[in-house]
């Protein structure tokens, strides 16, 4: 990207009639023309409040137009876009703003965040609050900060195995070198229309389908959330659909969803977490689309993809994308022979560069030769095919969301009658897998479920909260004195069928 600043790269690829429509939402629409001024006047606003190059905005707001205005806005401004997921608790928004100093938070107007941040704006899913009146009287700021390459624009919590969140720093060149090889990758055309339901606080929603719209110049059909009704309304209008596996296990699921609903689609991508052979079968079954699983994380953005005119296989994530290296290695980071299973290193210009505020904790998942530790457990064939077979991290992924058994452990053992609790996920048909814990109570002690649910709503976001609590008598352990969670997984492997 020779541009220096990833908004004017996008805006070099707006169509020729900027009065196209962007996007399409629940309250009308933006053209690319609305797009261009009003993150223009975005930048008015936030500079009001002395936001400047490298200073982090903090939002955590519902899905809206006004929000990608914003998300533009930070770029334009060079500033650092910081997203928080909406089912966060005040405890969890603590520590982020403790961790990231945000010059400005922008919430929902029901959040009371006083004395927290320098600077509060608030925006509502209507597209109402005190940034909505700040913009109505800005005037566009048009001018471009230089951000080089390697400078953030974003930074995206991720969730550790030690419980402690770590903001992954984004750079530009992450961001266009991975929008650019994904638009190519999966054959954007002229005329494709994105239908778009997923959050817009995680890479996938945000960078992956956003992006690939906008250096298309392509229309979006903009869903507040993934609502299935709402969604089988709209897919005749649409080309194209990313999403969770969630989202197509909901669509098979709909009685009108078939062939010929599908009729104007081009392309069906999956990714976050494990599309399932059943999944991808029945979906070819009902539509004869083969969903097209890729594979990613917010630290190294979309890394491999099943091809776009070669086979999809089902329980494959692809090849490494054009420009990523991968390898499988073993626990030193040498790589292993093809078709062993190992711990899957990347490296490439999609790779971040760094957790904030955490040189040690980067350190400890870059190698030596600049490989990245993914994490995710895999096996690569002489074709360089990719499937990934397990994790190495302590991690349950829940309809596309992260939650580490960890932090969810020391939630439930700060609850004065519990003795210690083991996290663990199980098949779930709905999200994938299920938060499910088992709890030792202190001898004597008596507690039920409905207060130990009570007493995590506050501490932890819905997604994390275990769908099931067991109660038992003692956790079992190996010789080492670990929790044997693989024994737990099988025995509650029936958990949610
Ligand atoms: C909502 N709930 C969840 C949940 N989402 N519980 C577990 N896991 C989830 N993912 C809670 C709700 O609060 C509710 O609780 C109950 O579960 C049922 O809610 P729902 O109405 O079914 O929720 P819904 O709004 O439909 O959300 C489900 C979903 C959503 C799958 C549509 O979670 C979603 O959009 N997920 C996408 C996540 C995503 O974008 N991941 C990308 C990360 S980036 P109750 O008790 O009140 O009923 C990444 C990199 C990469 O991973 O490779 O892409
Ligand atoms: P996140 O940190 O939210 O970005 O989640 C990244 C993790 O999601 C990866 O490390 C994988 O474990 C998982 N993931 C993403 N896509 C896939 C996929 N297609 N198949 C299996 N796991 C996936």
């Known amino acids: 990207m020779s541009n220096k600043n990833l908004y004017d790269f996008f805006r070099s690829r707006f169509p020729s009639d900027m009065g196209k429509v962007f996007l399409e939402h629940d309250r ?7 797009l261009d ?34 998300y533009l806005a930070c770029l334009r401004a060079g500033a650092i876009f910081v997203p928080l997921n909406t089912a966060y608790t005040d405890t969890e928004v ?32 209507q597209g109402k609050g005190s940034l909505i009146d700040s913009f109505n009287v800005a005037q566009p700021f048009e001018s471009l900060e230089d951000v080089d390459s ?3 624009v974003a930074m995206l919590y991720t969730s550790g195995t030690t419980g402690r969140s770590k903001g992954a720093m984004i750079t530009t060149e992450n961001l266009s070198s991975n929008a650019l090889v994904l638009h190519k990758y999966w054959g954007f055309e002229t005329g494709d229309v994105l239908l778009h339901a997923l959050p817009i606080y995680h890479a996938h929603g945000l960078f992956v389908a956003l992006h690939c719209a906008l250096l298309n110049g392509s229309k979006i059909l903009f869903h507040k959330n993934f609502n299935v009704d709402d969604v089988i309304k709209d897919i005749p209008n649409a080309t194209v659909m990313m999403g969770v596996p969630t ?40 539509t004869s689309h083969r969903v097209l699983e890729r594979y990613g994380m917010t630290e190294a953005l979309m890394i491999t993809s099943n091809p776009y005119n070669g086979e999809r296989i089902a329980g494959s994530v692809g090849f490494p994308l ?33 957790y904030w505020n955490m040189p ?37 992924i829940s309809g596309g969301y992260n939650v580490y058994p960890k932090e969810v452990e020391i939630c439930i053992d700060e609850i004065p009658q519990v003795k210690e609790s083991a996290v663990f996920g199980v098949p779930h048909m709905d999200f994938g897998e299920g938060v499910t814990a088992v709890v030792v109570l202190n001898k004597g002690a ?30 079992p352990r190996n010789t080492m004195g670990k929790v044997q969670k693989n024994i737990l997984r099988e025995k509650y492997a029936q958990a949610y069928k």
Do not use: W
């Open 28 to 34: 009308g629409t933006i053209s690319f023309e609305e």
């Open 37 to 70: 001024i009003g993150s223009a006047k975005m930048v008015s606003v936030l500079r009001r409040r002395s936001v400047k190059k490298g200073d982090r905005v903090m939002v955590q707001v519902e899905k809206s137009p006004e929000a990608v205005l914003l």
């Open 94 to 125: 603590d520590y982020f703003i403790e961790d990231a100093k945000p010059k400005v938070f922008i919430c929902d107007p029901k959040v009371s965040l006083s004395g927290k941040v320098p600077s509060i704006f608030t925006l509502n899913d």
């Open 150 to 152: 390697d400078e953030i």
């Open 247 to 286: 989202f197509y296990v909901r669509l098979l699921a709909h009685a009108k969803f078939n062939k010929n609903l599908v009729k104007n689609m081009r392309l069906f991508i999956a990714g976050s977490a494990p599309l399932l052979a059943e999944t991808f079968l029945d979906f070819e079954e009902r």
């Open 322 to 354: 054009p420009g990523v290296a991968a390898r499988i290695a073993d626990d030193k980071g040498q790589e292993i022979s093809r078709g062993d299973i190992g711990v899957l290193e990347i490296k490439g210009p999609n790779v971040f560069s760094g």
């Open 360 to 396: 040690e904790k980067t350190a400890e998942e870059f190698r030596d030769d600049g490989f990245f530790i993914t994490g995710d457990i895999a096996v690569m064939d002489d074709n360089d095919r990719i499937c990934i077979v397990g994790r190495a991290k302590d991690m349950i």
């Open 446 to 475: 008596t507690v039920d479920s409905d207060i130990l649910r009570q007493n995590l709503a506050e501490k932890l976001a819905k997604f994390k909260q275990p769908k099931s609590i067991y109660f038992i008598n003692e956790l």
